[in-house]
């Protein structure tokens, strides 16, 4: 009885102590001006830091935790602040774009990836991460394959890189091409990766621009339900030749491939959609969700070190960069071509 109620105690600071990095990484996000850098990478990365000078082991079950549970309440609670109102109007002028921009994403990245030699999952998260939205994106899809967690720090590592040059880099550029508000907005909304680099690049060019970017990004957050549908349906494939070839005689349940996390992602953004869920009750739940994300990147932080960085060596930064750079390309490409600029 003495050892479960320890192992409970154990367990219970373990979470504890992600919840404050997550406290702290958002507190530091409030100081940063400019909104440059996002709680989510600013918490993965001070897991890393301590968890490369001190590598306590009791503290992996609650990481086991806070990595995948609270993740996936936290993707639940995103949908609250979503409205399909909004999705639909944004989404007829930003449709063509965003569907180039996912080809290049999962379809160039397919053979990308085999030219830098990484693993189907790594590859596909960081994929997402560009496609979507940053580390939501990869949050949700990585459950769903089997993810490593050292795979997902990497994901949002490669994507944060390109981020921090684009905020900069974004407004220069579009001034430099004649952009309008409205092309502008679309294509920071499209190409740029997290919700916090798309407001920061968005809003140095213009408040319109801005507005419109940070919609066109909501807008992008509503594909995680088909993508993570696809994925879902791609790993359990996997996984029933993997039986198959073991001739275990197991199968695995095809009923089973809808993740029951997005289940609840759909309904609340549904219900936010009717207006059942008040404006204030909305802005609140997607605090919370924030927070849990925050937290669920601390926990992955908290199980990297920056040994494992440097085993996976530059191939995952170099692979984000290129799909990143084919996507920003293709973006202002669709954007010309349909006459937006």
């Known amino acids: 009885m003495e050892t479960t109620t320890k192992k409970r105690g154990i367990f219970i600071l373990g979470v504890a102590i992600c919840f404050a990095v997550a406290g702290l990484s ?6 940063i001006p ?7 990478i600013i918490a993965l990365f001070i897991g890393t830091a301590i968890n490369s000078f001190f590598h306590p082991k009791w503290i992996q079950p609650a990481l086991k935790f806070a ?21 639909m109007s944004v989404g007829k002028m930003t449709f063509f774009v965003m569907i180039f921009t996912f080809a290049v994403c999962f379809g160039g990245g397919y053979f990308i990836r085999k030219l830098f030699g990484l693993n189907w999952k790594l590859s596909n998260l960081i994929s997402a991460g560009t496609g979507i939205c940053g580390g939501s994106a990869v949050a949700a899809i990585a459950p ?5 967690d050292k795979d997902v720090a990497f994901a949002m590592s490669s994507t944060f890189l390109f981020d921090m040059v684009m905020i900069a880099l974004y407004p220069i550029m579009g001034k430099a091409l004649g952009m309008t508000d409205i092309a502008y907005g679309i294509w920071a909304g499209t190409s740029v990766n997290d919700t916090a680099s798309v407001v920061a690049s968005g809003y140095a060019f213009s408040e319109i621009a801005g507005d419109f970017a940070t919609m066109v990004k909501l807008t992008r ?18 996984k029933q030749k993997e039986m198959k070839a073991a001739n275990n005689g197991k199968k695995v349940n095809l009923v089973k491939i809808i993740p029951w996390f997005i289940g609840g992602f759909l309904l609340l953004a549904i219900l936010n959609s009717v207006g059942f869920i008040p404006v204030t009750a909305s ?3 997607k605090e919370i969700s924030k927070f849990f994300m925050v937290t669920a990147l601390a926990a992955i932080g908290l199980g990297t070190s920056i040994t494992d960085f440097k085993k996976a060596g530059l191939k995952p930064m170099f692979y984000g960069i290129t799909i990143d750079t084919l996507v920003t390309l293709t ?8 006459g937006l600029m």
């Open 34 to 40: 400019g909104e440059l850098l996002g709680a989510s």
């Open 26 to 31: 958002i507190i530091v996000e409030k100081l």
């Open 67 to 87: 990595s995948k549970k609270i993740l996936k309440v936290a993707i639940i609670l995103l949908g609250a602040s979503l409205s399909i109102n909004t999705i």
């Open 283 to 285: 802005g609140i739940i």
């Open 221 to 238: 957050t509503i594909a995680i339900i088909p993508t993570v549908l696809v994925f879902a349906f791609i790993s359990t494939r996997i």
């Open 144 to 148: 769903v394959i089997d993810a490593d």
């Open 331 to 338: 973006a202002l490409g669709v954007i010309w071509c349909m």
